[in-house]
C-alpha cells in the first residue's frame, strides 16, 4: 500500500469514528440544551428591552409631571406678585408723605409699613399660601429626577431653584413689612429692610420668564435623547 491510500484508508476510518460518535449523541438532550439557551438569551433581551422601554417611560413622565407643576407654580404665583407690585407703589406714594424724614437712617418704606404694612403683609401672605404645596411639590420631583440620569440635569436643578426663589423674595418681603415694631434706628435693620424691599417687580418676572426658558430648553433636550434611544 502505497503512502497516498494508506492516507485515503485512515480518512476513511475518520470518518466512520466520527459518524458512529455523531450516533452516539443524546440529541434529544442537546437539542433541549439549545432550546433552554436560547429561550434565556430571548428572555434576557425582552428583560433589557422592558428595562429600557419602562425607563424611557419613566422619564418622560418625570418630565411632563414636572413641567405642569412649573406651568402651574408661574400661574399661582402672579397673585402674589401683583400684591407686592401695590406695595411697591404704596411705598413710593407714603414716602412723600412722611413727617419723619428728618430721622436718621429712618428708610423710605418706614410710614407705609407703620400704617400698611401688616395688612398688606397678610394679604401678600394670603397669596403665597396657594404656592406653597406647588413649590414643595416642586422640590421633591427636583430630588427625585437625580436618578434618572437626565442630560444637563443640573441646568434644570438650577432653573427650578431659581423659580421657586422668587417665592421666597416675596416670602421676605411679607415677613418684614408685616412686623410693625422696628426701630428704625437701629443700622442693621435699615440695611436689610432695604436690600429686601429693592428687589423689583421687572426683576421677579424677567427671572420667572428666563428659567422657564431654560427648563423648556432641558426637556427638549431629554425628550430627544429619549426617543432617539427607544
Known sequence: ???????????????????????SWEWSKIIQSIASISMVWIAYKALTTWKQKSTADNKISFIGELSDEIHNFIVVISPAIEVYRFIKIGIESHSSQDHYNNIKNRPISAAYIEKCGKEDGHLLFEKLNSCTSSVSK?????????????????DCQNSCA????QYDRLQAVARLISQQSWNW????????????LSTEIGDIEQNIKQQNIKFIEFAKDNYCSVFKNT
Open 162 to 165: 431659581l423659580l421657586t426663589w
Open 138 to 154: 416642586i422640590n421633591s420631583l427636583i430630588t427625585k429626577g437625580q436618578i434618572y440620569n437626565f442630560i444637563k440635569y443640573e
Open 185 to 196: 434706628e437701629n443700622t442693621k435693620v435699615v440695611e436689610t429692610l432695604n436690600k429686601v
Open 1 to 23: 500500500m502505497n503512502f497516498r491510500c494508506y492516507s485515503e484508508h485512515l480518512c476513511v476510518i475518520s470518518y466512520k469514528e466520527i459518524a458512529l460518535s455523531l450516533l
